[in-house]
Nanobody
Framework: VQLQESGPGLVKPSQTLSLTCTVSGASLTTAYHYWSWIRQPPGKGLEWIGRISESGSTYYSPSLKSRASISRDTSKNTVYLQMTSLKPEDTAVYYC?????????WGQGTQVTVSS
């Protein structure tokens, strides 16, 4: 499974972030798979944002639930992350991750900087 994140790189405070994770090697609807977004701020640990299952059900971190939205386009085999009301502390490397049972696949990550 290969995952490729893409996004704008630089976003202004209060704007909305839109990231794309293009998946190859597996279908988004394959059983026992789910697709997550995770981020790592500079100098800090990994923070789980949320995930979408093979059925399309979504789950979010309670701390980000009000601002994050994960969706998918099964025809494009692509997962999306939207985050609203961005703040400088949302600056991080954002990763897309696929999980099948106990196996994980990570994208290389995409840097997002929130700055005016």
């Amino acid at each position: 499974v290969q995952l490729q994140e893409s996004g704008p790189g630089l976003v202004k405070p209060s704007q909305t972030l839109s990231l794309t994770c293009t998946v190859s090697g597996a279908s988004l609807t394959t059983a026992y798979h789910y697709w997550s977004w995770i981020r790592q701020p500079p100098g800090k640990g990994l923070e789980w944002i949320g995930r979408i299952s093979e059925s399309g059900s979504t789950y979010y971190s309670p701390s980000l639930k009000s601002r994050a939205s994960i969706s998918r386009d099964t025809s494009k085999n692509t997962v999306y992350l939207q985050m609203t009301s961005l703040k400088p502390e949302d600056t991080a490397v954002y990763y897309c991750k696929a999980t099948r049972l106990w196996v994980e696949y990570w994208g290389q990550g995409t840097q997002v900087t929130v700055s005016s």
